[in-house]
């Protein structure tokens, strides 16, 4: 499988995430470290991975990821959509972790702040392509976002 990120952190939650060690409530009610196994945000079901990444209605905004405003199944947010840009498989990782940092921090997740997290991903990676010269390959992963956005920085 090709690498979506070269980010240390990003990469490696996401080896965590694939290989099924996050500790979700409902693993750690198991330990008796919480004393609930209800999700973060819903507070209504347990708090699996399945829940928690792609069932709870608080994180459910899976469809507003892909530009073709397709949906994406439960394999596609779990291990990346086959065939489709690096860029929204990059998305899916980011929003991924955004919603794991948004649970471990008890604050509720939110998809301006998710936002807020791709625009400077686009900025970083942007300011990075120039010193690097290499603004052609970032122009393709990119140009979806730089076409879907507003904030198109020139």
């Not at 979700?24 to 209800?38: E, G, P, Q, S, W």
């Not at 509720?108 to 990676?125: A, G, L, S």
Request: hydrophobic content about 40%; glycine content about 2%; overall charge neutral.
């Amino acid at each position: 499988m090709k690498a979506v990120s070269s980010e240390t952190f990003i990469r490696s939650f996401e080896f965590k995430f694939l290989d099924d060690i996050i500790y979700t409530n409902m693993r750690l009610a198991k330990i008796v470290y919480v004393l609930k196994d209800t999700c973060t945000f819903c507070y209504v079901d347990s708090e699996t991975v399945l829940h928690l990444f792609y069932e709870c209605p608080f994180t459910d905004f899976w469809f507003s990821l892909s530009n073709e405003h397709e949906e994406l199944l439960q394999r596609d947010v779990f291990i990346g959509k086959s065939g489709k840009s690096d860029l929204l498989n990059y998305l899916l990782i980011l929003a991924k972790l955004h919603i794991w940092s948004s649970r471990h921090f008890a604050k509720r997740f939110n998809f301006d702040v998710f936002e807020e997290i791709v625009d400077i991903k686009y900025r970083t990676e942007k300011y990075i392509a120039s010193k690097n010269n290499t603004e052609r390959k970032f122009q393709a992963k990119w140009q979806v976002y730089i076409i879907n956005t507003s904030n198109v920085y020139t």
